[in-house]
């Protein structure tokens, strides 16, 4: 059965040419990978291309990959290179760069992960108009750390950053929510 294989022996098996460990690894990663590309645009034909290249080029390179321990990780850096990759073609990097395709995290927001924890509607309203006060990059970042739960290292290879850049990042990210929620509580 390989929906209770940890995701690094999934990996192993694609590696060695398992259609159906390859199967399992699409189920599990494709929401993730279709949220997580989503902020980045919101052309979803343009993603889920995207999403369908990075599967087929990693089935059809499965033996010339390499061993992770981080499949996740993996995945997440392959896919937002791939969608990188295609603003260069288009001419949109600076927006990719700068504003990540009309912002990251403005449209399916955070919010909606936090429903989950119970949070009143009120609550729920005032965290998003905290979060947009927030950088792209804090936004990707807080993502990648309370929704993605990526450790700060790995977090640092998706967004081609360094460990102290993403320490220094979600610090800022975290205690600019924290006031902000302060001030709203008065």
């Known amino acids: 059965m390989k929906k209770n294989l940890p995701d690094s022996d999934l990996w192993d098996e694609i590696r060695l040419g398992d259609e159906v460990a390859f199967e399992e ?20 034909d343009l993603l889920k291309d995207c999403m369908q290249d990075l599967f087929v080029e990693l089935w059809a390179y499965r033996r010339n990959i390499a061993q992770t321990e981080y499949v996740r990780v993996y995945l997440f850096k392959s896919l937002r290179r791939k969608l990188y990759k295609d603003a260069i073609r288009s001419g949109k990097t600076e927006s990719f760069e700068d504003g990540m395709a009309d912002g990251f995290l403005h449209t399916e927001s955070i919010e909606d992960e936090l429903i989950r924890t119970e949070l009143s509607a009120y609550q729920r309203s005032r965290l998003d108009t905290l979060l947009k006060t927030l950088t792209d990059r ?5 993502h990648l750390k309370f929704f993605a739960a990526l450790p700060n290292d790995k977090i ?8 102290q850049s993403v320490g220094n990042l979600l610090h800022r990210a975290v205690n600019k929510l924290r006031e902000g929620w302060h001030g709203l509580l008065l």
Do not use: C, N, S, W
Request: proline fraction near 3%; glycine fraction near 6%.
């Open 156 to 163: 640092a290879e998706v967004m081609g950053l360094t460990y």
């Open 25 to 44: 690894l699409i189920r599990r990663f494709y929401r993730p990978l279709y949220h997580y590309g989503f902020k980045f645009t919101r052309d979803a």
């Open 138 to 142: 804090q936004q990707e970042a807080i």
